[in-house]
């Protein structure tokens, strides 16, 4: 008899993040991590002035 | 003998202490923090990079966060007032009880701000969800769908959307925006007018007239604090003085220009010939034709009685100051206690201002160096 368990958001955490986990007799069977957010930064860099590459990307994260 | 509207304003801000703060703003900051009840603040993330949190966390000028969220010891009898019910980077709450702490506050007797951290994308419901089953028929909740149902709500006294990201897009809406990402205003005035999830136009217009635009990529703190405490401390019937961006002009009105330590060094306007040194990283020396501007080399301090400690303008080099409306070169950042002025800004770093509270970063603000 598995238990799933879905924890959506998580908090305390930068960005979004979703775990969905299967319990089984106590074990942890499954995890799966759900990423809930995209922004596209690869896509963003293409076609500029690479010096702004530095200012892009180091807002990535803000911690 | 005659001052330069410069030093004038110099001397005004010096004789009052505190940058940018009169006397009655203080105490009305005081009085803001000793009420009772007040204000509930729901602070939802979209796709953010958290760095406008981590800004709020350093808050020092007016008060520490822990005065924010905790109540501030200092004030006898008085309870903390800045009701921060849910902030996700921070909150001790998570997965489906951050759902009913939301809805609680969203209920809550004195209304509640809505603040928002970082853009929201229309492209796809999946480029940011939030949570699911939040209120009654919500489903997988997205941020879109988050902000455009709460800042509707007849409690929601004001919406603060925080961060360039928040206010006009911002990082994920820069070409090619893969997301469609959008700033809270924005997101308001596309949203349909007729059919599910509409927004009449009406409400759209009442949206519009409260929310109060915070932007910076970080934004500096006081300026949230701020701008929410101004809100407490007039019990919601007042808001700040907006500009047509719907910034607060108490934090964003003046170009940095204005308040420049190296704007008398070097500015073109000086009456001393010739007219102008400017920091250019390609070493261009001597006079550069035209009103005989000079460039000098990053390293070239020239005469150290005169330049030290700011050195020359940086707009050769990429500084987009000129036509960046916000006061960090008057407040600077990092306070080191309350009421003082920052340790330092990014222009007095070396670094050309990247004009992020305007509307146009960070596309129409690149390319942000100048480097040959």
Known sequence: MSDTYKIDPISRIEGHLGIELTLEGGSATDVKCEGTMFRGFELILQNRNPRDAVILTQRICGV | ????????????????GALGLTAIDLLKME???????????????GQACTGCTVSLANSSYYTTLQSLTLGNPLLTGASETLDIAFIETLSGMTGDQIGS??????????????????????????????????????????????????????KCAAVIPVGTCACYGGIPAAFPNPTTSKGFLNLIKDAPESGGGAITVAEKRAIRKKTINIPGCPPNPNWIVG??????ANNLSQFPSVDALRRPRTY???????NCDRFENSCIHTTQFPRGKFVGVDGISGPLGGGGMTVVAPNDIGNKDINKPSGYCLKKAGCKGSRTKSDCSLRKWHSPNAL??????????????????????????????YIR
């Open chain 2, 101 to 154: 702490v939301i809805e609680t506050a969203a209920a809550a007797a004195d209304g509640f701000a809505l603040v928002i951290e970082g853009a929201m994308p229309t492209g796809d419901d999946k480029y940011c969800e939030i949570g699911e089953n939040w209120w009654a028929g919500s489903g997988t909740v997205t941020i879109a769908n988050a902000v455009k149902h709460y800042a509707n709500l007849t």
């Open chain 2, 31 to 45: 009085k803001a923090l000793a009420l009772p009840g007040g204000l509930k603040i729901i602070w939802l993330n």
């Open chain 2, 227 to 232: 701008t929410i405490a101004f809100l407490l």
């Open chain 2, 340 to 369: 003082q002025a920052g340790v330092n800004w990014c222009v007095g770093a070396g670094a050309p201002c990247q004009g992020c509270t305007q509307d146009k970063f960070p596309d129409g603000m690149s390319p942000f160096l």
């Open chain 2, 252 to 258: 964003y009105g003046e170009r940095i220009c204005n």
């Open chain 2, 1 to 16: 003998m005659r001052i330069t509207r410069r030093d004038f304003l110099k001397y005004c801000t010096i004789a009052a």
